[in-house]
């Protein structure tokens, strides 16, 4: 494994007002892309290096296993988690390879260690593989974040098929669970396990029925899955985000591009939220430091959006 280096802030700064006022406002350029999307077309490019965070050691030594890494949250919660002193493996689509590509390229500036592997996560082989892929490599896993997802909006429930129903599940929940369970007899005690929830999950979303179910189901399952593991010593968490500027709306058929342009305006902050605003919420919640007396939760990173649960 690559010797840790201090990680040093982006060296492109920005503005020193308070960032909740610094991040990009809406409207942005109408634009749409075709599934899964790419980061590097999006406009304006999404902002995941976080050049406020200042580390401080708290993953040194750590493997992460990060689904969905090569852009999104996946991508800035890998950056961050290198920049904290782990190594980590990320998974992508193959028509994700040039973004994953960006995502090793900033990992390893740091002198840390990227494994990209291309997988289809709806398939239960795909998810044992790239966890033994991960193990072999590094030789321990530490971390899991399982953070690919899939959703498509539709107008109505008729208008959801069997077939995407089943896609949406198997690739939100299905490789939740089976992550989980091929990571689990390799994890040790102080071991953490994340999942990317949704404010779909808490809320509901009238043409994301599929989507949301699988988002509540995480939560669900999250909180079961933290009670058995306390015993071993692994944490369970989630974090639930509002709305962000990701490949993952821009590209869903059911949002046309006049729509994208406005995405996340009903927030109360009126914006989606950038990766880097999302990103400290998984070093939290994988750091013993931070966070050794949480697990079973789901954390709401929502822009001013508030639930009861």
């Not at 991960?134 to 530490?142: A, E, I, N, S, Y």
Request: hydrophobic letters at 40%; aromatic letters at 6%.
């Amino acid at each position: 494994m690559a010797k840790s280096k201090k990680s040093p802030a982006p060296a492109t700064r920005r503005s020193r007002s308070p960032q909740i006022k610094a991040e990009p406002k809406l409207p942005f350029p109408q634009q749409h892309q075709t599934q899964p999307g790419l980061e590097k077309k999006l406009s304006p490019l999404p902002r995941w290096q976080a050049p406020r965070y200042r580390a401080a050691g708290k993953l040194e030594g750590k493997i992460a296993l990060i689904t969905g890494g090569d852009s999104g949250i996946g991508r800035a919660v890998a950056f961050l988690y290198a920049r904290e002193g782990a190594d980590v493996a990320i998974t992508c689509l193959p028509s994700e390879k040039s973004d994953a590509a960006e995502t090793q390229a900033a990992v390893e500036n740091l002198g840390r260690t990227c494994l990209v592997l291309i997988a289809d996560l709806s398939k239960r082989e795909n998810c044992e593989r790239v966890v033994k892929q991960t193990h072999r490599k590094f030789g321990r896993l530490d971390i899991l974040v399982s953070n690919a997802a899939h959703q498509t909006r539709k107008p109505s429930l008729e208008k959801v098929t069997d077939a995407e129903f089943d896609h949406t599940f198997k690739t939100n929940i299905y490789a939740y669970f089976r992550l989980a369970k091929a990571a689990l007899p390799l994890m040790k005690r102080g071991a953490a396990i994340i999942a990317t929830s949704s404010e779909t999950g808490l809320l509901g979303s009238p043409k994301l029925p599929d989507y949301s179910s699988t988002k509540g189901a995480i939560n669900a399952f999250t909180k079961a899955l933290a009670l058995s593991l306390i015993e071993r010593g692994i944490r369970v968490n989630a974090v639930a985000p509002g709305p962000v500027w990701t490949p993952l709306n821009p590209s869903d058929p059911g949002l046309p591009a006049k729509k994208v342009a406005k995405f996340g305006a009903d927030n109360p902050m009126k914006r989606p939220a950038q990766p880097e605003e999302l990103a400290p919420a998984y070093v939290f919640l994988a750091s013993e430091a931070d966070s050794s007396y949480i697990t079973g939760i789901v954390l709401p990173v929502m822009g001013g959006e508030t639930t009861a649960g």
